[in-house]
């Protein structure tokens, strides 16, 4: 799979040592990687199965992979109907 240099980072926040924080690019062929701290004011494909970018806000930063509010207020939805499901177990289904 060929991924062309100008690309929407598709990021996932994760850790480097104990608590310093990146956001780096999940896609194949890509290392591009920045600070948690400069993410905001950048835009992110979004992790909810659709194809959107989304423009990093301070919510988002809390994320650990960004969705836009569409994908969101679909996953509250599913949330509400698998309740009854305990948290760990619908995480592995997202
Ligand atoms: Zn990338
Ligand atoms: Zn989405």
Known sequence: MKVKNKHVHKYEKTKIGD???VYKCALPGCTHYIAATLIIGRLS???GGCQNAV?????LSKM????CDDC???RR???ELLRSIPE???N???
Do not use: A, G
């Not at 423009?55 to 919510?59: C, E, G, R, V």
């Not at 650990?64 to 969705?67: A, E, Q």
């Open 88 to 90: 760990e177990t619908t």
């Open 55 to 59: 423009l990093m806000d301070n919510s």
């Open 45 to 47: 494909l979004c992790w």
């Open 64 to 67: 650990k992979r960004p969705i």
């Open 77 to 79: 939805k599913q949330r």
């Open 72 to 74: 969101k207020e679909l």
């Open 92 to 94: 592995e289904m997202l």
């Open 19 to 21: 608590n310093y924080e």
